[in-house]
């Protein structure tokens, strides 16, 4: 009510709630193929007259540019030509009927028609989604749009499935074409239409590393399945799933299947490896920061600095706890000892290595020897009393 008072009030056009639907829906569109998009029931169509018009075709009512909008009918009506009926045509074929309307009408004022505004479809997305419903779309918005609408796929759905409507179906297929990089199959969604994803019939499993920067969370790693019916080379499945993504070190990812594990990569570049159905590739990301743990006041993962060494890690954890080592200091990389005690003391970590900060063998021991204690007074007492 406010906006529509501002625009009275400024002298400017009130928005009709279509309009302000389509703002709310904030979404940048792909140019409209002329040959394969569909007119239909409330697009937005712009004709303009090449050349001008004549004062015989103005005195008919023809304007040199004018916008219409196909109506619930399935027509279009355009001043000083008439209705025409463009419902279930391609842009290009109503472009042509209403060419040769313009030329028997008013020849030498040839029109062209384009699409101004795409019309507001109902699509509901059903299965393996994670918020199934009924979504208003764009008719020029495709499946791979109304899966992001609707919070994406779930961890074991298939890429592939169908979109259903008005009898017809239509294949859908998300895996990305190795020549275009492109959905392979990608559908305009339609109006009423139903879009259904199942589960992974022959699924391979890819476990990313968390991407999660909430640190009040316990970073949870990301998992997903692809549909992979038959064996396919490491290779051909990265570029039909998007590749491994930034942020991953694919000399410390592997494959696993049967209890055995494949590294991803090797000496001469990407392995040489079939992934298969039952596959599970689990990607390790690129280590950013260095670990800190045991007797520090702080234990934490602390931002790498290529100038900084144990001791400067150890007092950003906070420092020694009551009962710290620091002489017998650990500084480890993935999983293998590398110095320790004074010899540590200097060197600068690596992005991962871990520094294990132990505490003394009396404050490990305090309890057993509190124990022994109490047992030597104990038996003190029971002497001194048969005396």
Not at 128 to 156: I, N
Not at 208 to 216: A, G, I, K, N, Q
Not at 354 to 364: A, D, F, K, Q, S
């Amino acid at each position: 009510m406010l906006l529509i008072l501002a625009c009275l009030l400024a002298g400017t056009e009130v928005p009709s709630p279509q309009q302000l639907e389509l703002e709310q829906l904030g979404i940048a569109m792909e140019p409209a193929d002329r040959s394969e998009y569909i007119l239909g029931a409330g697009d937005v169509l712009v004709v303009v007259i090449e050349g001008g018009t004549s004062m015989s075709s103005l005195t008919a009512g023809l304007m040199p540019q004018s916008i219409c909008t196909v109506g619930s009918d399935g027509c279009v009506s355009v001043s000083g030509i008439g209705q025409l009926e463009v419902a279930g045509l391609s842009i290009d074929e109503a472009a042509a009927t209403l060419e040769a309307l313009s030329r028997r009408f008013f020849p030498g004022s040839p029109a062209h028609l384009s699409l101004l505004q795409p019309r507001l479809v109902r699509v509901r997305a059903a299965g393996m989604v994670e918020r199934p419903g009924t979504y208003t779309m764009y008719a020029l918005q495709r499946v791979s749009d109304l899966v992001d609408l609707c919070g994406g796929l779930t961890s074991f759905a298939s890429h592939t499935g169908w979109m259903y409507s008005g009898g017809d179906s239509a294949r859908v297929d998300l895996m990305l074409d190795p020549a275009t990089h492109a959905p392979a199959a990608d559908p305009l969604v339609a109006e009423g239409a139903t879009v259904v994803f199942d589960a992974c019939t022959y699924p391979v499993f890819v476990v990313r590393p968390p991407e999660t920067t909430d640190r009040t969370l316990p970073p949870i790693a990301a998992m997903y399945a692809w549909d992979v019916p038959r064996p396919v080379p490491l290779e051909y499945f990265l570029e039909t799933t998007g590749g491994s993504g930034g942020n991953i070190d694919l000399s410390r990812s592997e494959l696993r299947r049967g209890g055995e594990s494949h590294p991803l990569w090797t000496a001469g570049g990407l392995a040489e490896l079939e992934v298969q159905a039952g596959d599970t590739l689990l990607f390790t990301g690129v280590e950013n920061s260095v670990h800190v743990g045991g007797a520090v006041n702080y234990p934490a993962s602390i931002a790498w600095r290529s100038s900084f060494t144990l001791l400067d890690y150890i007092a950003l954890a906070g420092g020694l706890t009551v009962g710290g080592d620091i002489d017998r200091v650990t500084l480890s990389r993935q999983g293998t000892p590398l110095a320790d005690g004074e010899d540590a003391w200097g060197m600068k970590p690596q992005p991962g290595d871990v520094i294990e900060v132990p505490y003394t063998w009396l404050h490990r021991n305090a309890e057993a020897i509190s124990l022994f204690s109490a047992i030597v007074s104990l038996a003190a007492l029971v002497s001194s009393l048969t005396r």
